[in-house]
């Protein structure tokens, strides 16, 4: 079973700047997408943005040109970059892992925009 642990999440005041972190155990295709999803409290969850193992990447409309997805196929990490945050940016980020079989998710990291 793949493992997901993240890190990186944390109390940030608006225009300021996070590093989220995911790193990845036990993967058993190396042709898979991993991303980054947010719930805010009384919402969906939502992709904020995802990476393939070839290196497409895909983002949320509110997030591009300040957020920004990196993965280390070697390391099996993957990053987010998160700039210019905003007080909507708040909520729980997870880590996901998909390949054709398998769909994972990780425990959730709070990010925490203050005005």
């Known amino acids: 079973q793949v493992q997901l642990v993240e890190s990186g999440g944390g109390l940030v005041p608006a225009g300021g700047s996070l590093r989220l972190s995911c790193a990845a155990s036990?993967?058993?295709?190396?042709?898979?997408?991993m991303g980054w999803y947010r719930q805010a409290p009384g919402k969906q969850r939502e992709l904020v943005a995802a990476i393939t193992s070839g290196g497409s990447t895909n983002y949320a409309d509110s997030v591009k040109g300040r957020f920004t997805i990196s993965r280390d196929n070697a390391k099996i990490t993957v990053s987010l970059q998160m700039n210019s945050l905003e007080l909507e940016d708040t909520a729980v980020y997870y880590c996901?892992?998909?390949?054709?079989?398998?769909?994972?998710w990780g425990q959730g990291t709070q990010v925490t925009v203050s005005s």
């Open positions: 996901n892992y998909r390949d054709w079989k398998f769909n994972y």
């Open positions: 036990r993967i058993s295709n190396s042709i898979n997408t």
